[in-house]
């Protein structure tokens, strides 16, 4: 039986050098474009459900890359794989922008505490999502401005735009949250929510009032439906400038507050991702688009990489678990 292990383990090694080799040629298949403009830092906090998404986004802010700015990337997590960062590193350096990994611990900037397990109103997200709080306080000092995006989204316009927003006196740029759209005008008055899945920084304001100490702790000491979107709101309150609608359309169950055409950032929130709509992308434009992506460059073969990536880890950790009961160990 060892043999027939090792045998498979070599395998399945083989296959996926094989396959490494096959997405290094498919990706020098496309031609790259040269950037040379203004630096953009766009920063994302994600776990290991979510490289391959990120990548998409990325994908997106690049096509639509008119203004020729060059891009920094912070991808900020706490379990990538040595797989996932080569993927991601290969992608964005390809594509001749730059990508930096900064690893945290977020179960101790939540301070040990599952702070999302008691609502239904956010199954698909974990402890990562607190720590866009502290990208300010993880990101070098010389970094000025950041734009934060979570992976759920995808971009459709110049992000230039977006990113030259006079913060002025605020301390950040959002845009209001689907549930404060849908309140009656009677109600708004002396009321703001903002959606915290794309975020503008000042992050020399925030590193001088300790604004991210501040709402990691307003999160850990109490219990709240929506952690870090909610000690945001509160922590920030009157401080928060409001950018136009199009640069965080939140999407949910076939609604958009404007049209797809004027359009900036397309937001897929709740847990009904468009990754796991596929059915839907044949009968509904804001999914089918998504998918569109796809073919738009490389990401297609990703995508093929990591299922069979997937596969190939689950095989070889049955041929590792096999082994210790035939050893006994």
Known sequence: MLKVSVKNIFKSLCVKAVMVLIFLGITAAFPLKTFAGENINVVFTIDKNYPLYTMLVINSILKHNVSKSDYTFYVINNNLSSWDELQMKYFVKYKKQKIVFIKVDADAINKGKDIYSHTFYCPHVTSI???????????PNDVKKALYLDSDILVLKDL???????????YAAMGWDNKYLYLPRGKKKGFEYFNSGVILMDLDKW??????????????????????????????HGKIKVFDPKWNNQYCLGILFTKLSDTGIIHYISSRKPWILMRD??????????????????????????VYSSYISSQVKRIKINYVKMKGI
């Open 281 to 306: 992308r044949k009968t509904d434009n804001f999914i089918k688009i998504y998918y569109d992506y796809w073919n738009c460059s490389p990401l297609v073969i990703y995508r093929v990489l990591n």
């Open 207 to 236: 590193r001088k009032d300790d604004i991210s100490e501040k709402i990691i702790d307003y999160i850990t000491s109490r219990t709240l439906i929506l952690p870090d979107q909610d000690a945001i709101n509160k922590i920030l």
């Open 160 to 170: 230039k735009e977006l990113y030259d927003t006079d913060l002025g006196k605020y």
């Open 129 to 139: 999502g607190t720590v866009r709080m502290m990208i300010p306080r993880l990101l």
